[in-house]
Structures are given as C-alpha cells and as structure tokens.
C-alpha cells in the first residue's frame, strides 16, 4: 500500500517546472510584444498629426500670401526667381539604416526645414533643419511648437519644383506647382529600423 501512496520524483518536479516556466516566458514575451506593438501605433498616430499639422500650416501660408511662401519657393513675379529652399528633389525616407543626420538634412542641397508660428502670433517663421533647430528623435517625431525656441525632433521638409507655368484657361494665370515632402522618422521600441512615415503635399501658386 506504501508504494500506491508515493510522492512525485524529482525528474517529475523538473520537468513540471520546466513546462510551468516555458509558459510564463511565452506569456510574458507575447505581453511584451502587445505592449510593444500598442507603443508604436500610438507613436505613429501622433507623428501623422506632426505631419498634417506641417502640411496644413503651408497650405494656409500660401493661401493667405504669407512672405514665408517667396522664402520656400521664390517670388513668382519676379523673373527668375526661386527660393533658398527649392531642392532637386525630396530625399527618401531610409528603408534600413539610421535616420538622417542633421548634418544630411542640411548640407548638399538638401535643404531640410520645418514651418512654425511666429512668437507674435502672425505670421510664420522658417526653421532650418540644422544644428541650432533639429535633433534626433528622443521618443518620437515632433516640432516642439509652444517652445520659446521651437525645435524638430525627427521631422524635417523638404520642397521640389514639381510644375512649372502651366496655363490655366479658367483663371487665366499661370500656375507652378510645389511637391512638399515631409517625413518623420525615429527610433521605436522593439525594432532594428527606424519608424518612418511620410508624406507628399502638392501646393499651387496661385
């Protein structure tokens, strides 16, 4: 009857252990993961209204005859005129690699800036993508607008001529056409690449 009544073994114990700590890893690495993937959404949704927010804004500048739109394109009744930021074109987000270095954003023509209001309220000002005015992302991409001194982390535009006088029989004007490119990218919990998003503004001077 003694041995109907004995113990588990220790090899049973060890195995038993094993199992029970197999699932608390799979569980905590699948929460860790559904955490992970929470963080980076919610980053994602706040860079893309950092990004609306940049696009909206130099809609209303060239609506409403902002001299921060002759900064970005040029004057366009002046012959010959083009802005100081007029590039050839829009670099790519990275696919792999680190994010932009300000020292790429603001060298070799690549001409990188950011749009914030001025501290008086009217009017608004443009900010170069350089070492006074741009850094790497600490969490992730925004314009710090409400700052004394506005600064971008991980957010940068860049504007391309896309069109050029195309006549316009029903306004009877010429119209240029302006590709603003403007990307956000920083670093997320959980991934080896950078998060990216990005987007393509075309705006017409009117």
Same mark, same amino acid.
């Given at each position: ?8 073994? @220790? ?93 790429? @954003? ?101």
């Amino acid at each position: 009857m003694a041995r109907l009544h004995r113990g588990d073994t @220790l090899i049973e114990l060890m195995l038993a252990f094993a199992i029970f700590s197999l699932a608390a890893v799979s569980c905590l690495t699948i929460l860790n993961q559904g955490v992970a993937m929470a963080q980076r959404s919610l980053e994602k949704s706040l860079v893309r209204q950092q990004i609306d927010s940049q696009a909206e804004i130099i809609r209303y500048i060239q609506a409403s005859g902002d001299s921060a739109w002759t900064t970005m394109v040029g004057d366009k009744s002046v012959a010959g005129s083009t802005g100081r930021l007029v590039t050839a074109a829009g670099g790519p987000l990275p696919l792999s690699g680190p994010c932009p270095s300000v020292g790429q @954003l603001s060298s070799g023509g690549a001409n990188g800036f950011f749009v914030v209001p001025k501290p008086s309220g009217a009017g608004f000002d443009i900010k170069p993508a350089d070492a006074a005015n741009y850094t790497a992302a600490s969490t992730y991409a925004q314009v710090t607008y409400g700052a004394a001194t506005p600064k971008a982390y991980g957010i940068w535009v860049q504007v391309v001529k896309a069109e050029n006088a195309t006549p316009n029989p029903a306004l009877r004007t010429v119209l240029d056409a302006y590709d603003f490119y403007i990307h956000g990218c920083w670093d997320s919990v959980g991934l080896a690449v950078p998060m990216t998003v990005g987007t393509i503004v075309r705006v017409y001077d009117r």
